[in-house]
């Protein structure tokens, strides 16, 4: 059974960083790309960032010189950096796994970033 747990949310003033991690348990994690996405209040979901099993990166335009991700493959874990908070970057984010045809999803977890 495919597990992602989302970790390292919170609350932060603008300007502020965090970072959250995403654990993967019951899926060959080195080959999967990885990815975090985010869904704000009255909005869809959004793609942030993805890593693939070589390790380059995507960014949305909204988040890109802000945010980093990267993986620890040893760990079976993704991270996403993020810095220079803004305002509109509150959302719950999603961390995803794809392998093949299929696709995975966390729980998510709260980023509200507020003065």
């Known amino acids: 059974q495919v597990q992602l747990v989302e970790s390292g949310g919170g609350l932060v003033q603008p300007g502020g960083s965090l970072r959250l991690s995403c654990a993967a348990s019951g899926i060959i994690f080195r080959i999967s790309l990885m990815g975090w996405y985010r869904q704000a209040p009255g909005k869809q979901r959004e793609f942030v960032a993805l890593i693939s099993s070589g390790g380059s990166t995507n960014y949305a335009d909204s988040v890109k010189g802000r945010f980093i991700i990267s993986r620890d493959n040893a760990k079976n874990t993704v991270y996403l950096q993020m810095n220079s908070l803004k305002l509109e970057d509150t959302a719950v984010y999603y961390c995803?796994?794809?392998?093949?045809?299929?696709?995975?999803w966390g729980q998510g977890t709260q980023v509200t970033v507020s003065s």
């Open positions: 995803n796994a794809a392998l093949g045809k299929d696709d995975f």
